[in-house]
């Protein structure tokens, strides 16, 4: 799985970056500030076979220009615009180059991830109105919604114009939980990247743990045990079931079927405690490390083949109920061709038919399969999780009772950068650190909600306003991931 | 003076029934599903509570303002007026089933000008699901209580319970028990319980009742808060007297109007749980499906007017 790296004029880019797009998905892209000059790459990722390729270009410092991609990818689109908030990089040509990171209160030419960029820059006032787009006609009206809700969630504006109950368009405006979390990474000796990974997104803490521990053994050439291997993909697993039985109580909750949410609950706290057991910590943190990981206790077999006998009659109970079935289904559909052309990852993208998955082109770990849906409605993603849990449960099982799947070893030659890919539960998790000196001089991090915030808004048209809720939580996607 | 103790009577224990119900009806939910859930007297407390702060409004609330009273007193006058625990009220034969309706309109309606007062874009979208809602559930209602009505050949609540207690026999005839079934049906609509609307959710976009109280707080909640239960009391204590009027007493002495309040208590009791219970294994229907619910129920009402008229 070793990463080819390729120097590219900025004039070349694009050529090259149209013909890598026909095979490989835009991962990430990473912007360096090395003083006289920036360096930016373009992660790609395809597989299987595994391969990841990086074209890098270089910018100067003081007016820093890159060619647009935007033309060619949505989400390098995105990526850009992350990219000249976070470092005033433009990307000439972006046909959109609105702030998407960069906060109102603060100075237009503030560019947080720039070297010698305060922390607390001067405030000033946000006038710049946030260009929501308006829809006209008669009877089309607008409602906001957040970013301060009735229920304790993350904070996420919602704007959606309607008609009747109708939804004709859903403008979300995030971005209001920035910590600067990358930022803080810097300058720290790689191993404690691993409390900041582990806080990226509380409910991932394995998939994010994990991703800048493959980064930073890629980049240090460092290698893990076949003991520290296995307890890093089990508890990979064991997150992934945790919270898919929590999304699979909390749709059919918003359903008003709140006995099954009561038991998903029950079930996942039994989890938890069994996470707890294992590495010292509800939410599974603190058992990897770059080089290791360990568990305080052996996996409990028995405890998962009741888990999955639990899952399934809770799942009986929810779709034997024609009302609960009748809300999830044709709900909030995300057509396949939407979901590649905006470059969907993870549970969404495999509901709506998309085979990708990290697991089976970036495996850390064998005896995996991928299974995917057609529908891409609520139902679609509400079964995709059953069935991954379901599948999870079972690996667990085997794990648990000694079958030892092969482990994927990495065949590292150390540049000082590090590339690590997790399938968390969510998606595709991508981390890349650069070290110089010992020290980390960047580290990024991707979220797979970044790449999926987008999708809701396309699956939410024609759906009722009564039903977002259902289609929000079916996506369940994370704020500070997104934010950082 | 009897009459007006009676109707006092009612309207105290209407109050703090509808608030001992809400209570029970989510203390019952919460041990179906396996979870210990707040006390019964929890909603008692919370308009206890608030009762005593001030109300918070918006700058062109003064609309707003009267909401609570409005809903509150229409609330209270219908509960003197039915006959729940003696058959002689404040109203006398004069308690008559449409003023009922009437009154809790009224309520309703100032509770939708009320949400649309706000101005804010819940309030709007709460009053105007809620009225689609009534204006389907109150025909089911007028006929549910017209089918009552045809044995006694009088909307006049008295007299129709009065014709109900000297013929027991008529209450299990097919006429009374579809309009009972018609009116357990607009009840579950009318008090916004599952599967027409969610009591316990907190999203924002999906209630009916809530989005239109969203912006109370302090005292004005406590008033909404109590009307909404009250509501709830009188329509659960209605349906059960309406379908099995035993208890009712039929003369003042203190013996028989406590025997009335008790049994009363009983049945709406009852009621709330088997509301509750059937819940657990409820969810809520897609917005647009609702209406589908209410005209069953107004055909089933129609159809106990119907056979009644030809019974008798």
Redesign the interface.
């Known amino acids: 799985m070793s990463r080819r790296v390729f120097e590219v004029a900025a004039g070349d880019l694009v050529a090259r970056a149209t013909e890598l797009v026909a095979t490989h998905r835009l991962a990430t892209i990473v912007a360096h500030d090395e003083g006289e000059r920036l360096r930016v790459v373009y992660t790609f990722l395809a597989g299987p076979p595994d391969d990841r390729v990086e074209l890098v270009v270089a910018a100067d410092a003081d007016r820093p220009t890159v060619p647009s991609l935007a033309g060619i990818s949505f989400p390098a689109g995105r990526f850009e615009r992350a990219m000249h908030d976070g470092f005033g990089i433009e990307p000439v040509g972006h046909p959109a180059l609105r702030p998407l990171s960069h906060h109102g209160h603060w100075p237009p030419d503030y560019h947080p991830m720039r070297r010698g960029a305060p922390a607390h820059p001067v405030l000033g006032s946000d006038d710049r109105a946030y260009p929501f787009t308006a829809v006209e006609g008669p009877g089309v009206?607008?409602?906001?919604?957040g970013p301060v809700?009735?229920?304790l969630i993350e904070p996420g504006h919602f704007r959606f114009s309607v008609v009747g109950?109708t939804i004709l368009k859903m403008t979300p405006r995030l971005w209001f939980v920035q910590r600067g979390i990358e930022r803080l990474g810097e300058g720290r000796r790689p191993e404690d990247l691993l409390e900041l990974a582990e806080r990226v997104s509380g409910d991932s803490a394995v998939t994010h743990g994990l991703a800048v521990t493959l980064a930073i053994e890629e980049a240090t050439g460092q290698r893990a045990g076949r003991d520290a291997w296995r307890a890093r993909t089990a508890l990979l697993e064991l997150e992934r079931v945790t919270r898919h039985i929590v999304d699979i109580g909390a749709i059919?909750n918003?359903?008003?079927?709140?006995?099954v949410h009561?038991?998903a609950l029950?079930l996942a706290e039994r989890l938890q405690r069994h996470g707890a057991e294992l590495t010292g910590h509800r939410l599974l943190r603190g058992a990897i490390t770059p080089g290791g990981g360990a568990l305080r206790a052996p996996l409990d077999a028995p405890l998962y083949r009741e888990i999955a006998e639990r899952v399934a009659d809770l799942v009986d109970l929810a779709t034997s109920?024609t009302?609960?079935i009748?809300?999830l289904a044709g709900t909030a559909v995300l057509g396949a061709d939407d979901a590649r052309r905006l470059g969907v990852v993870g549970v969404v993208a495999r509901a709506s038919g998309i085979a990708v998955d990290a697991r089976v082109s970036h495996p850390l770990t064998s005896g995996v399969t991928m299974r995917t849906s057609a529908s891409g409605d609520v139902r679609a993603r509400f079964d995709q999780r059953v069935g991954e849990a379901q599948d999870s449960l079972a690996l667990l099982v085997r794990w648990a009772e000694g079958d030892v799947s092969d482990v994927v070893d990495a065949d590292a030659s150390p540049d000082g950068d590090g590339l690590g890919v997790v399938e968390g539960w969510r998606g595709t998790a991508v981390h890349r650190v650069s070290l110089s000196g010992g020290q980390v001089a960047r580290w990024s991090v991707t979220d797979p909600s970044f790449c999926n915030w987008p999708a809701l808004a396309v699956a939410l048209r024609h759906t009722?306003?009564?039903?977002?809720?259902l289609a929000n939580k079916s996506f369940n996607l994370s704020y500070a991931g997104n934010d950082l | 003076m009897t009459r007006d103790v009676v109707s006092l009577l009612q309207v105290v224990a209407v109050a703090l029934g509808g608030l001992l119900l809400t209570g029970l009806m989510a203390k019952v939910r919460a041990r179906a599903e396996g979870r210990v859930g707040p006390p019964i007297t929890q909603p008692l407390r919370e308009v206890a509570k608030r009762l005593g702060r001030e109300s918070p409004r918006a700058t062109a609330g003064r609309a707003q303002g009267v909401v609570p009273t409005i809903l509150l007193v229409t609330t209270a006058v219908a509960a003197g007026l039915v006959p729940l625990a003696g058959l002689q009220t404040a109203g006398g034969a004069g308690a008559d089933a449409l003023v009922v309706v009437f009154l809790l309109l009224t309520g309703s309606l100032a509770l939708a000008a009320g949400g649309l007062a706000t101005a804010t874009a819940f309030g709007g979208m709460g009053a105007s699901r809620a009225m689609a809602l009534s204006a389907l559930a109150e025909p089911a209602l007028l006929v549910a209580l017209a089918a009552f009505a045809v044995p006694a050949g009088s909307l006049s609540l008295p007299v129709m319970l009065r014709h109900g207690l000297n013929a027991p026999i008529a209450m299990v005839s097919p006429s009374h028990v579809l309009a009972a079934l018609a009116l357990f049906i607009v009840v579950i609509a009318e008090t916004g319980r599952l599967p027409v609307d969610n009591p316990s959710t907190h999203l924002e976009l999906t209630m009916i009742h809530e989005a239109m109280t969203l912006e109370y707080g302090g005292r004005d909640l406590a008033l909404v808060t109590l009307g909404a239960a009250m509501r709830l009391g009188l329509l659960l204590a209605l349906l059960g007297t309406l379908a099995v009027p035993w208890g009712l007493a039929t003369s003042s002495s203190p013996l028989a109007l406590a025997g009335g309040l008790i049994l009363v208590g009983v049945k709406s009791t009852v009621l709330a749980v088997v509301i509750a219970l059937v819940e657990v294994h409820s969810a809520k229907l897609r917005l647009f499906r609702v209406p589908e619910l209410l005209a069953a129920a107004f055909v089933v009402a129609s159809l106990a007017v119907l056979v009644g008229v030809v019974a008798r």
Not at chain 1, 141 to 145: A, D, H, K
Not at chain 1, 464 to 469: L, Q, S
């Open positions: 009206y607008e409602i906001p919604v809700h009735a229920g109950e059919v918003d359903t008003g079927l709140s006995v009561a038991r029950a109920n009302v609960v009748d809300r009722i306003v009564p039903d977002f809720p």
